[in-house]
């Protein structure tokens, strides 16, 4: 063996050590991407629920400031239904949410748009006060109705955001939105 060839054996013996090392590193840090959580599901229910309970308490919070004690001959007492639905300030919609909102659209849901707004309309669910008391699965027949295309959509959280457009938590729903825009948790 002479020098010509042990430098020949020595080129080839680093090219093969340098692609066995690029397949195993490829292969190891393959393995390393994380998934998803396997409790994905549960954690974000559990997300919805805590916005629910934090839109229900900021609503009991306001209710109790704006009760004062009456008068004992007084008539005019103030019911707490007149105060939901006299919640909707379109300024501060604006503000929140960075677009015009309307009284009653259900387009400022995420995950709601023009067809499946008419979708809910056939089924007499034109308000946010009605779609919050609607439940996950009557929102699910819903979109059934219109087809296939439209069970890609998860309707779990839109009693939660048309609960929170209809008392007027706007700052709330913007933020649990931008968190959850297209799906992204």
């Known amino acids: 063996m002479d020098f010509q060839d ?5 080129w080839i013996i680093l090219a093969l050590t340098a692609i066995i090392s690029g397949i195993l590193g490829y292969m190891f840090g393959k393995s390393d991407i994380p998934s998803a959580p396997d409790n994905y599901n549960e954690l974000n229910s559990l997300d ?13 919070k306001e209710r109790l400031s704006s009760f004062s004690t009456p008068k004992p001959n007084s008539k005019s007492l103030v019911k707490p239904e007149k105060i939901i639905s006299e919640s909707f300030n379109p300024v501060s919609a604006k503000t929140a949410l ?11 849901v ?3 748009g023009p067809k499946i707004e008419g979708l809910f309309h056939n089924f007499d669910i ?4 009605a779609l919050s008391e609607t439940s996950a699965d009557t929102c699910q027949k819903v979109l059934d109705s219109g087809g296939k295309r439209y069970r890609i959509h998860d309707p779990a959280s839109w009693p939660m955001q ?4 209809h008392e007027g938590h706007w700052e709330q729903l913007a933020q649990w939105q931008e968190k959850h825009r297209a ?3």
Do not use: Q
């Open 6 to 10: 042990s430098n020949t054996w020595y």
């Open 48 to 60: 919805i629920e805590n916005a629910k309970l934090r839109a229900d308490l900021k609503t009991c």
């Open 98 to 108: 960075g677009k015009k909102v309307s009284l009653d659209d259900l387009k400022i």
């Open 110 to 112: 995420e995950g709601i």
């Open 126 to 129: 034109k308000t946010w006060k």
């Open 162 to 165: 048309a609960k929170m457009a």
């Open 183 to 185: 799906g992204k948790f």
